[in-house]
Nanobody
Framework: QVQLVESGGGLVQSGGSLRLSCAASGSISSISVMGWYRQGPGKQRELVAAITSGGSTNYADFVKGRFTVSRDNAKKTVYLQMNSLKPEDTAVYSC????????????????WGQGTQVTVSS
């Protein structure tokens, strides 16, 4: 079992910055990938950024070099540094952890945090 708790959201002006945190606990040694997703009003959930257990990162195209995902192994925490924020970045941001249950059977489990609200005003 994995538990995830996000923090760091808030209200900022356009062009401002925020750093989101995702603290993990439980069976974290089984996590293969952790990612940040967001869901705006009336929109589908979409991937923002992800980082693997090996440290490889991936970003959505709309990030355009503005966001950076990182991890602190000692604190068991993943971060999302968001710079040059725009009103269209307004959404609930959620942390995701994917665990490989069976490699041979191609099965995995996904765990989600409660989400943190990010609001960017113009």
């Amino acid at each position: 079992q994995v538990q995830l708790v996000e923090s760091g959201g808030g209200l900022v002006q356009s062009g401002g910055s925020l750093r989101l945190s995702c603290a993990a606990s439980g069976s974290i040694s089984s996590i293969s990938v952790m990612g940040w997703y967001r869901q705006g009003p009336g929109k589908q959930r979409e991937l923002v950024a992800a980082i693997t257990s090996g440290g490889s990162t991936n970003y959505a195209d709309f990030v355009k070099g503005r966001f950076t995902v990182s991890r602190d192994n000692a604190k068991k925490t993943v971060y999302l540094q968001m710079n040059s924020l725009k009103p269209e970045d307004t959404a609930v941001y959620s942390c995701n952890a994917r665990l490989i249950v069976s490699i041979n059977q191609h099965k995995s489990l996904d765990y989600w945090g409660q989400g943190t609200q990010v609001t960017v005003s113009s």
